[in-house]
């Protein structure tokens, strides 16, 4: 690492966990591993992306006390993720229900179906080897700001960490998804910080057999 990138000192007080699919509900193994530590005490932000079930195991269940105040979750998906369960991604948000609902969103990426090739929300968005506009508005701008918003407070960066904040919360920031060539607006984000309970389209989730 000195080889690489010269003399650097990690902070694991400012931690950011994330995954997709299986790695993302395995984010909960990272977080576990991460409370045990103390790690994150300062800043965490978690990023669960089309997220699986998380495991069940009571050994492995994170010590959720440990997490800081003002942690931030996104649980995103897309809407036509045919590999896993909406459901899935409402019980993962409800983990963290003892964080400001503002700092906790489940995040639907939806499907454009405009323009040539139609855009699609599928489960592969995140991890596709060709970007499109729904991964990179959807997906990589999204990270990139999570990012920022950790470094700029383990720097004591307020401006970059409220720009980095504006971009993570429910905002007009968040949920546009730009503008196709014609001036056409593209499908935006869908923002939830409470699905299972607010929302009627994921009222089926609560007799789900998947949940914990």
């Given amino acids: 690492m000195d080889l690489a990138l010269g003399n650097v ?3 694991p007080s ?3 966990i994330g995954g997709h699919s299986l790695g993302g509900a395995y984010s ?4 576990y591993e991460s409370m045990e530590r103390e790690w994150g005490n300062e800043t965490l932000f978690i990023d669960i ?20 105040n003002d942690a931030m979750v996104h649980i995103a998906r897309g809407v036509d993720d045919m590999t896993v369960d909406a459901c899935y991604s409402v ?21 454009d179906l405009y323009g040539f090739p139609r855009l699609v929300g599928t489960h592969y968005l995140p991890t596709d080897s060709v970007h499109d506009t729904l991964a990179d508005y959807g997906v990589y701008r999204r990270i990139d700001a999570q990012a920022d ?10 401006i970059t960490e409220d720009w980095a904040y504006q971009h993570l919360i429910d905002s007009d ?26 929302e009627s389209k994921f009222q089926y989730c609560k007799t789900f057999e998947g949940k914990l």
């Fill in 149 to 158: 918003w950790v470094v700029a407070r383990s720097r004591g960066d307020y």
């Fill in 173 to 198: 920031i968040l949920r546009n998804m730009g503008d196709w060539s014609d001036g056409t607006k593209a499908s935006p984000l869908l923002i939830y910080q409470d699905a299972l309970n607010t």
């Fill in 14 to 16: 400012h931690l950011w």
């Fill in 28 to 31: 909960f193994i990272q977080l």
């Fill in 9 to 11: 000192t990690i902070n």
């Fill in 49 to 68: 992306e089309s997220g699986w079930t998380r495991p069940n195991q009571v050994e492995l269940q994170p010590n959720l006390s440990r997490v800081p």
């Fill in 91 to 111: 019980y993962h948000q409800q983990v963290f229900n003892f964080l400001p609902n503002e700092h906790v969103l489940y995040i639907e990426i939806q499907s």
